[in-house]
């Protein structure tokens, strides 16, 4: 088992970082008004997140630079590159920072739950915790610990789920036959918004450097990396399903109303009055998880694109996730939402995404930096649907946030 465990690392990373409260919470929201509808989009996320982040770690082992490298190195000297390092630092690096918000709230209102105790002393050793994690510089121990929070989500929501017992038949339904019900539009773009992140792209491409040393060779790395991908991240997948239909069975066509103050009543059927606390535990682990990988992200992509040195315990490295999770720490512990920042991290996440999955499917195609492990067919393939679906998943993100601005 030692043996089997030593092959995940990064990938487990990448979903920790995209289950995190904002992917419970619309998963809930998801499976309460539309039941087993959207279970399609779902599919889909996880399916573009994997071919995404296949081809990121395969860059980074093969050619040994991080996405943000290589989009410096890529196109040095020119205006593109200049307009590269400015989308990276504020997508990746001011977004994280307004997104850590998030992260924090979320796992401080898993633990206000359930002890009265007030949002912002949580929010504050929530911070600390994360601080405390970060702070070590260990890659090792942060993957642990980020394993076991991501085991004790899917324990908890797939056991609720074997016993609610819902219809394999319309689960199917959602899955094959993919619908938009009335109203639908927006959940569908928050299921895979939250589930196909940029960040992830430039934390994993990171990642897998520090598992798989440049002395192991490029095809046990590579089998072994691609093992981890689409393992940890179906994990994922599998979660956001169980989440999507044990509040299916608990809310879509009953007499329940869905709120915040009811979520965690999907998990009755399996632990009965406990279920608050279990939930509680969840959104915690969740908040956590993404408070953790978030800052570390940021400071990844931040330094690669930078030239800055990315070691775990460098000046700079930590300048940077400590930037980013002071600021999300202190906006919670405050009670303060950046809705200024969040729109603007949501308008250059809506340009990075598609700018990230064009620049992969580009470089993935050059041989003269990767050789025989270029794409092939059915990879070009699978990276233009997602291309295309990104393209306009960022044109109607630009064009919420333009909404939202005019509304205001």
Known sequence: MRRIGSKFGPGVL?????????????????GAQFGFALLWALAFSVLATIVLQEMAARLALVTRQGLSQALRSAYRDRWLGSASVILVIAAVGIGNAAYQTGNITGAALGLQSISGIDLG?????VGALAGVLLATGVYALIEKLLISLVLLMSLVFLLTLAMVRPSIGAMLDGLL?????????LTVMALIGTTVVPYNLFLHASAVQEKWPPALSKPTALRE?????????????????????TSAAAFFGGDQAFSAATMSQQLEPLLGPAARYFFAAGLFAAGLSSAVTAPLAAAYAVCGVLGWPRDLRGGRFRAVWVAVLVC???FSAIGIKPLAAILFAQAANGFLLPFCAVFLLLIMNRRDMLGAYTNKTLANTLGVAVVLVTVALGIIKIQQVLGAIRGG
């Open 177 to 185: 036959l993919p619908t938009l019900p009335a109203g639908s539009l």
């Open 14 to 30: 990448v979903t920790a970082a995209f289950i995190g409260p904002g992917t419970v919470t619309t998963a809930s929201i998801a």
């Open 225 to 245: 990396s691609r093992l981890d991908t689409c393992v940890a991240i179906g994990l994922g997948g599998l979660i956001t399903l169980a989440i999507m239909s």
């Open 121 to 125: 002393w949580w929010a504050l050793l």
């Open 328 to 330: 999300g720490t202190v």
